[in-house]
């Protein structure tokens, strides 16, 4: 099939979000500025830069009268943390993806426990393999088709890393054992379960 986006695609649900796969979700706690933590995971998320490193989430369904938290809390604090979510964390990250409301402490709410950060105020989800310390850079505001609001990225430098000493093995992260959780597309998702190494090749001579 072809779709082109600006006409119905005519399949059960739109395939977009399955198309781009698998993306690894962002855990992002934050804090509001009247001092109200938040915990919100997004699949629009990933590195995008390695020096310095720095880090993005993306949000739909946002305007001036309803911001989402995360990226609202991130602007007007300058602060947020991304922890990872492994195979175990999985069901305590999908019961913090519901739509609750700005003054509602989510892991409080929901019994998840956390933990000080080094450098920055935002608490990170303690039983996470790693966690990202991030300091707000900017936000990239972009068009929204149908839903009325907007969606935007927000960018951070990550200025602190944990890694647990129990997901390390010989140096390297050891990522069979943390099994990341990605997302799919629909409501459905995977995790990290086999690895593979690929050296980058050298450069071949044209041939004569």
Same mark, same amino acid.
């Given at each position: 099939?072809?779709?082109?986006?600006?006409?119905?695609?005519?399949?059960?649900?739109?395939?977009? $979000?399955?198309?781009? @796969?698998?993306?690894?979700?962002?855990?992002?706690?934050?804090?509001?500025?009247?001092?109200?933590?938040?915990?919100?995971?997004?699949?629009?998320?990933?590195?995008?830069?390695?020096?310095?490193?720095?880090?993005?989430?993306?949000?739909?369904?946002? %305007?001036?009268?309803?911001? $989402?938290? #995360?990226?609202?809390?991130?602007? $007007?604090?300058?602060?947020?943390?991304?922890?990872?979510? #492994?195979?175990?964390?999985?069901?305590?990250?999908?019961?913090?993806?519901?739509?609750?409301?700005?003054?509602?402490?989510?892991?409080?709410?929901?019994? @998840?426990?956390?933990?000080? %950060?080094?450098?920055?105020?935002?608490?990170?989800?303690?039983? #996470?393999?790693?966690?990202?310390?991030?300091?707000?850079?900017?936000?990239?505001?972009?068009?929204? =088709?149908?839903?009325?609001?907007?969606?935007?990225?927000?960018?951070?430098?990550?200025?602190?890393?944990?890694? $647990?000493? =129990?997901?390390?093995?010989?140096?390297?992260?050891?990522?069979?054992?943390?099994?990341?959780?990605?997302?799919?597309?629909?409501?459905?998702?995977? #995790?990290?379960?086999?690895?593979?190494?690929?050296?980058?090749?050298?450069?071949?001579?044209?041939?004569?």
């Amino acid at each position: 099939m072809f779709w082109n986006t600006n006409e119905p695609h005519g399949l059960p649900r739109d395939p977009f $979000k399955s198309c781009v @796969i698998p993306r690894p979700i962002g855990w992002i706690s934050t804090i509001s500025p009247e001092g109200v933590h938040n915990l919100a995971p997004y699949s629009f998320f990933n590195g995008v830069a390695g020096d310095p490193p720095m880090v993005m989430f993306g949000s739909g369904m946002r %305007s001036a009268e309803a911001p $989402k938290d #995360s990226i609202y809390n991130a602007e $007007k604090t300058g602060e947020f943390v991304c922890s990872m979510v #492994s195979y175990e964390l999985t069901d305590a990250m999908n019961d913090s993806s519901a739509g609750y409301e700005p003054q509602i402490d989510e892991a409080a709410h929901l019994g @998840i426990e956390m933990e000080p %950060s080094e450098l920055v105020k935002p608490l990170r989800v303690k039983a #996470s393999p790693i966690h990202l310390e991030c300091t707000y850079f900017d936000t990239m505001e972009l068009p929204a =088709d149908r839903n009325g609001g907007g969606n935007a990225i927000c960018v951070g430098r990550v200025v602190g890393v944990h890694i $647990k000493d =129990d997901y390390l093995k010989d140096g390297f992260v050891d990522v069979e054992k943390i099994r990341p959780v990605a997302r799919l597309g629909y409501m459905d998702y995977t #995790s990290v379960q086999e690895v593979f190494t690929l050296l980058r090749p050298e450069v071949k001579p044209a041939a004569e």
